[in-house]
T-cell receptor
């Protein structure tokens, strides 16, 4: 149990376009979902935390107007990279937690975004 | 602030060798410590965790002991297998928070 999927697994887009990445908890309800960004040979950096039905909480330095996060249901969160630029190219990973009181997060396999 | 430092890889071992991956941390308060593993093409999976000083987390033959005096949480396994080849991440959360702070990851390559 506790499987998290992401779609797409990789995407290539042109500079200036927007890209949406989906994160789904397949066999449990996720009260809280997290979005991370991973640069090559670097650690995962938390971008934002989202609770179902609430606005996402962004980490310092993350542009909320650029990285739009929606957590409309207990099994789905989306990250939209708006007006993407080459510097947004990265590996984006989501995770999901059953509740705000648990420290266990279940991770998706990640989405590789390349902006040309 | 909170941070995690782990040894750079890759770590290359032969099957049945002893494994140690070092991890040290800096944190305020009383963090919980974790090791996550990422197999090729898959998401991160929780390998083990420890929530207080002197706790030992263990799973699948891997162990790590929460050492407050040395602020360390080194990962060990007595005899590695080819199937252990993966990237291992050390991480922490601070008291009452879900935010995970990760190390940079260490790639382990085990050859037959």
């Amino acid at each position: 149990g506790a499987v998290v999927s992401q779609h797409p697994s990789w995407v290539i887009c042109k500079s200036g376009t927007s890209v949406k990445i989906e994160c789904r908890s397949l066999d449990f309800q996720a009260t809280t979902m997290f979005w991370y960004r991973q640069f090559p040979k670097q650690s995962l950096m938390l971008m934002a935390t989202s609770n179902e039905g609430s606005k996402a909480t962004y980490e310092q330095g993350v542009e909320k107007d650029k990285f739009l996060i929606n957590h409309a249901s207990l099994t789905l969160s989306t990250l939209t990279v708006t007006s993407a630029h080459p510097e947004d190219s990265s590996f984006y990973i989501c995770s999901a937690s059953r509740s705000a009181s648990t420290d266990t997060q279940y991770f998706g396999p990640g989405t590789r975004l390349t902006v040309l | 602030g909170n941070s995690v430092t782990q040894m750079e890889g890759p770590v290359t071992l032969s099957e049945e060798a002893f494994l140690t991956i070092n991890c040290t941390y800096t944190a305020t308060g009383y963090p919980s410590l974790f090791w996550y593993v990422q197999y090729p093409g898959e998401g991160l999976q929780l390998l083990l965790k420890a929530t207080k000083a002197d706790d030992k987390g263990s799973n699948k033959g891997f162990e790590a002991t929460y050492r407050k005096e040395t602020t360390s949480f080194h990962l060990e396994k007595g005899s590695v297998q080819v199937s252990d080849s993966a990237v291992y991440f050390c991480a922490l959360t601070n008291t009452g928070f879900q935010k995970l702070v990760f190390g940079t990851g260490t790639r382990l390559l085990v050859s037959p």
